[in-house]
């Protein structure tokens, strides 16, 4: 097992589930499936890991990505796009 002292099944989750107004498309939810490593083929986890976030900020590529008016050019790459790729953990 990779993650071995993960002992949570869900985690809570900013996640942008359409593209448009910032206020009107970002939630906050509970309950959020957490991500299992142990899915991963080993060359997939070879650039993956996951971290127990402490702080988070959504920073101005976020914005833009979850504006939509870029989308030709920056993604979202899968929806939900969970936005926060600057953050800090353990």
């Not at 939509?68 to 790459?77: D, S």
């Given at each position: 097992?990779?993650?071995?002292?993960?002992?949570?099944?869900?985690?809570?989750?900013?996640?942008?589930?359409?593209?448009?107004?910032?206020?009107?498309?970002?939630?906050?939810?509970?309950?959020?499936?957490?991500?299992?490593?142990?899915?991963?083929?080993?060359?997939?986890?070879?650039?993956?890991?996951?971290?127990?976030?402490?702080a988070?900020?959504?920073?101005?590529?976020?914005?833009?990505?979850?504006s939509?008016?870029?989308?030709?050019?920056?993604?979202?790459?899968s929806?939900?796009?969970?936005?926060?790729?600057?953050?800090?953990?353990?």
């Open positions: 097992m990779i993650s071995p002292d993960i002992k949570k099944t869900t985690m809570k989750a900013a996640q942008g589930k359409e593209l448009g107004d910032i206020n009107a498309m970002l939630t906050v939810e509970n309950n959020v499936p957490m991500p299992d490593l142990n899915e991963l083929t080993p060359q997939q986890r070879r650039n993956k890991m996951i971290i127990e976030t402490k988070v900020a959504l920073a101005c590529g976020d914005c833009r990505v979850l939509g008016k870029t989308r030709k050019f920056q993604g979202p790459p929806v939900p796009y969970i936005p926060g790729g600057d953050c800090s953990g353990i």
